[in-house]
């Protein structure tokens, strides 16, 4: 890369933003060409803080949302056990309003704050143009953080249902492998994985890239895949699932290259 530039408050992050040919949260959402890219990455990881007012919490773009659950859990503020294990940050988690378990960013967020036209400006949201795994944000606008209203609930009650989703996770996804979760999003009537199995897909592999034998809907990385492994086991599926059922998935995963 060409230059990366770690902001620590939202004030630089202004400063910076328009630098940016990438913004970057956990980067778990990520398929990125290998090799030197000639790009400058504004990364959000030290936008670490956390303001808690009666049932809202306002956090930072680089709070992951695992951390953000868990101090919620503390305060005894539910609303947030869907995002516990979703490995990515609140700005990453914002630009795709990521959602599990039938919740989803869109349902719990009150405003963004973001940059739009070099400005700072408070987004209620209304105007966030949320919709599955989509945001106003992926045209354009920098997150800043966001703020959340959840409601008072039992510690233990939240703190259960969060190992309870952890467990399903643990035993539905291949988290042993490294992957960017769902590669592609669910087609409206359909579910991807069921689609990418009725295919004759699951263990099909490029290179290093194989579609998890665990859950279909994952392309998992067994060591030594490339960017052009992942792309072109991408495109196979793509291709074979189209040609199955008349389908066309489309990635979930951004790509950067
Ligand atoms: C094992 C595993 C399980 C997963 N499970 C789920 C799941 O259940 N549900 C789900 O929805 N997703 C899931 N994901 C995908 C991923 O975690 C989410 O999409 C997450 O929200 C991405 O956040 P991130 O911080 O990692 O974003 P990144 O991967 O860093 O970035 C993703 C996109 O967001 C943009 N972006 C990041 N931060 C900002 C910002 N502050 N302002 C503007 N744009 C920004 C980036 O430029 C990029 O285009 C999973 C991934 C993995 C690896």
């Not at 979760?181 to 669910?186: A, D, H, N, P, Y």
């Not at 998992?220 to 699932?241: H, K, P, T, W, Y």
């Amino acid at each position: 890369m060409r230059e990366l530039i770690i902001p620590e408050s939202e004030e630089e992050l202004l400063r910076c933003a328009d630098r940016a040919d990438l913004i970057l949260g956990r980067g778990s959402n990520l398929l990125v060409a290998d090799g030197e890219l000639d790009i400058a990455v504004v990364s959000t990881e030290m936008l670490r803080e956390i303001t808690f007012d009666g049932d809202s919490v306002t956090a930072g773009a680089g709070v992951t949302l695992t951390e953000l659950a868990v101090k919620c859990a503390e305060k005894g503020l539910g609303g947030l056990e869907f995002a516990h294990g979703i490995p990515g940050s609140v700005g990453g988690a914002v630009f795709m309003n990521a959602g599990a378990y039938g919740g989803e960013m869109k349902d719990v967020i009150t405003s963004v704050r973001a940059i739009i036209g070099g400005e700072l400006i408070d987004i209620p949201n209304s105007d966030c143009g949320f919709s599955y795994r989509a945001s106003r944000f992926q045209r354009s606008g920098v997150v800043a953080s966001a703020t959340f209203k959840l409601t008072e609930r039992d510690k233990d009650e939240i703190r259960a249902r969060m190992r309870e989703l952890s467990e399903k996770r643990r035993e539905r996804q291949p988290l042993e492998y490294p992957s960017a979760g769902s590669t592609f999003k669910r087609p409206e009537g359909y579910f991807a994985a069921a689609l990418i199995d009725e295919a004759g897909l699951k263990g099909a592999s490029v290179g290093g890239a194989q579609v998890s034998e665990k859950h279909a809907g994952f392309l998992i990385n067994r060591g030594s895949a490339s960017f052009d492994d992942f792309a072109s086991l991408m495109e196979m599926v793509q291709r074979e699932v189209y040609s199955r059922s008349g389908v066309m998935l489309e990635p979930e995963v951004r790509i950067i290259k």
